[in-house]
């Protein structure tokens, strides 16, 4: 892996994640508890309807034979994701109607379509291996986000701020995107997206229910929390998911997008990356444990700090989580291991028995204790023991075997 292509997408990400969490406390305190944990689920769900709407054809991107097919790929995932668009919005539209969603969430099926164009583009950059475009992206998408929340929510508060300055930050991020993208993009379906999609068609068959189900039992417990305990403790979870989490999405997943290219490279000419793959999760391990028992140690003393007294049980959460959290990190940069090597099954069916798992450790923790602790505990010792299990299929993917 090269170390600049590292310290270019890891630099601009730090910066993309310093901003949001320098405005995190504004954001909490002007919106409380309550309107907080509102926003949280609007987040989550953002992040989750986005990752797959355009089916997971941007992970095709990648992995695409040559330039032509990158662009016609990216091109494909756009017009999946106006046609989730529409439905989403038909459906968002009749369950406030119905007063099942109360207004805000109008705004959703806005913050999806941006969210995941994003992520389309991002791949289509670095399939190019333009590591800085894509990390002044990151800054462009945080920085106006992180502005508009400021002035909107803290300021003015006015609460739909907070949702504003996510769309908002997305449309300037897609912008610069297209701007300097190598290929005009465009928006219309021809007959060679037609073909592309076919050639494709692996991963809307296999990703694509994997993701899904990837994102429904890792966010299960906040919507859990939400359902069962009331928004404050889905917003208590949440933000030990964000605090604890950066890491992951700062070091680890742009160790990933390198390792991704450098991996791919060695299997098409070895039939094997073992090597970049030991390596790459040591150090991820490394780095994770000494970071989060530092976090452990400090954790309420920093939320009381960062966010203040009546914040103080997300610190709780987080070192419930610690477990998990160490583990997600050390595994993040090598998630992209079945794509590569083609084996998206396996990686449906460790989806599969994550989901079970979950909802099986969370049925039995609400049975049985019925509180928020055990919820938490429970979301640990589950999503703990999945990414256990992943570590061992992808170890044998990447030994070729």
Same mark, same amino acid.
């Given at each position: 892996?090269?170390?600049r292509?590292?310290?270019s997408l890891?630099?601009?990400t730090?910066?993309?994640?310093?901003?949001?969490f320098?405005?995190?406390p504004?954001?909490?305190?002007?919106?409380?508890?309550?309107?907080?944990?509102?926003?949280?689920?609007?987040f989550?769900?953002?992040?989750?309807?986005?990752?797959?709407?355009?089916l997971?054809?941007?992970?095709?991107?990648?992995?695409?034979?040559?330039?032509?097919?990158?662009?016609?790929?990216?091109?494909?995932?756009?017009?999946?994701?106006?046609?989730?668009f529409?439905?989403?919005? !038909?459906?968002?539209?009749? !369950?406030?109607?119905?007063?099942?969603?109360?207004?805000?969430?109008?705004?959703?099926?806005?913050?999806?379509?941006?969210?995941?164009?994003?992520?389309g583009?991002q791949?289509?950059?670095?399939?190019?291996?333009?590591?800085?475009?894509? *990390?002044?992206?990151?800054?462009?998408?945080?920085?106006?986000?992180?502005?508009?929340?400021?002035?909107?929510?803290?300021?003015?508060?006015?609460?739909?701020?907070?949702?504003?300055g996510?769309?908002?930050?997305?449309? %300037?991020?897609?912008?610069?995107?297209?701007?300097?993208?190598?290929?005009?993009?465009?928006l219309?379906?021809?007959?060679?997206?037609?073909?592309?999609?076919k050639?494709?068609?692996?991963?809307?068959?296999?990703?694509f229910p994997?993701?899904?189900i990837n994102?429904?039992?890792?966010?299960?417990?906040?919507?859990?929390l939400?359902?069962?305990?009331?928004?404050?403790?889905a917003?208590?979870?949440?933000?030990a998911i964000?605090?604890?989490?950066?890491?992951?999405?700062?070091?680890?997943?742009?160790?990933?997008?390198v390792?991704?290219?450098?991996? !791919?490279?060695?299997?098409?000419?070895?039939?094997?990356?073992?090597?970049?793959?030991?390596k790459?999760?040591?150090y991820? %391990?490394?780095?994770?444990?000494?970071?989060?028992?530092?976090?452990?140690?400090?954790?309420?003393?920093?939320?009381s700090?960062?966010?203040?007294?009546e914040?103080?049980?997300?610190?709780?959460?987080?070192?419930?989580?610690?477990?998990?959290f160490?583990?997600?990190?050390?595994? *993040?940069?090598?998630?992209?291991?079945m794509?590569?090597?083609?084996?998206q099954?396996?990686?449906?069916?460790?989806q599969v028995?994550?989901?079970?798992?979950?909802?099986?450790?969370?049925?039995? *923790?609400? !049975?049985?204790?019925d509180n928020?602790?055990?919820?938490?505990?429970?979301s640990?010792?589950?999503?703990?023991?999945?990414?256990l299990?992943y570590y061992?299929?992808?170890?044998n993917?990447?030994?070729?075997?």
């Amino acid at each position: 892996m090269k170390l600049r292509n590292i310290i270019s997408l890891t630099g601009g990400t730090v910066v993309a994640q310093i901003l949001p969490f320098v405005v995190l406390p504004f954001l909490t305190l002007g919106l409380g508890q309550e309107s907080f944990g509102r926003f949280s689920l609007f987040f989550v769900s953002t992040m989750m309807l986005g990752s797959i709407s355009s089916l997971r054809y941007e992970y095709a991107i990648n992995a695409s034979k040559n330039k032509q097919e990158s662009w016609l790929l990216t091109v494909l995932t756009i017009d999946l994701n106006l046609i989730f668009f529409v439905v989403l919005g !038909l459906i968002v539209t009749t !369950l406030i109607y119905f007063e099942v969603l109360s207004p805000e969430w109008l705004l959703l099926p806005f913050s999806v379509l941006l969210f995941s164009i994003n992520q389309g583009l991002q791949s289509y950059v670095n399939y190019h291996s333009m590591f800085k475009h894509m *990390a002044i992206a990151r800054i462009i998408n945080s920085g106006i986000c992180s502005i508009l929340q400021l002035v909107i929510v803290y300021f003015l508060s006015i609460d739909i701020g907070a949702y504003l300055g996510m769309i908002i930050g997305f449309v %300037f991020a897609n912008i610069y995107i297209c701007i300097i993208a190598p290929k005009k993009i465009s928006l219309f379906l021809n007959k060679k997206v037609l073909f592309i999609q076919k050639k494709y068609s692996e991963y809307p068959k296999y990703i694509f229910p994997g993701t899904a189900i990837n994102y429904f039992s890792s966010n299960m417990p906040i919507y859990f929390l939400s359902i069962f305990y009331g928004n404050v403790y889905a917003g208590y979870y949440s933000l030990a998911i964000r605090i604890a989490g950066a890491p992951t999405v700062i070091i680890g997943r742009s160790i990933g997008e390198v390792f991704r290219v450098t991996a !791919l490279k060695d299997y098409l000419e070895k039939g094997s990356f073992r090597e970049v793959f030991l390596k790459t999760i040591s150090y991820s %391990f490394i780095i994770g444990l000494v970071g989060f028992v530092f976090l452990f140690l400090f954790s309420d003393l920093l939320i009381s700090l960062y966010l203040g007294a009546e914040w103080l049980n997300v610190s709780s959460y987080i070192k419930i989580l610690l477990p998990m959290f160490i583990l997600q990190f050390s595994l *993040a940069p090598i998630t992209y291991t079945m794509m590569i090597t083609g084996a998206q099954h396996k990686d449906f069916v460790w989806q599969v028995f994550r989901l079970l798992l979950v909802s099986m450790s969370l049925l039995a *923790a609400y !049975l049985i204790y019925d509180n928020d602790i055990s919820i938490t505990i429970a979301s640990m010792i589950s999503l703990s023991a999945s990414f256990l299990v992943y570590y061992l299929i992808a170890y044998n993917e990447a030994s070729g075997k």
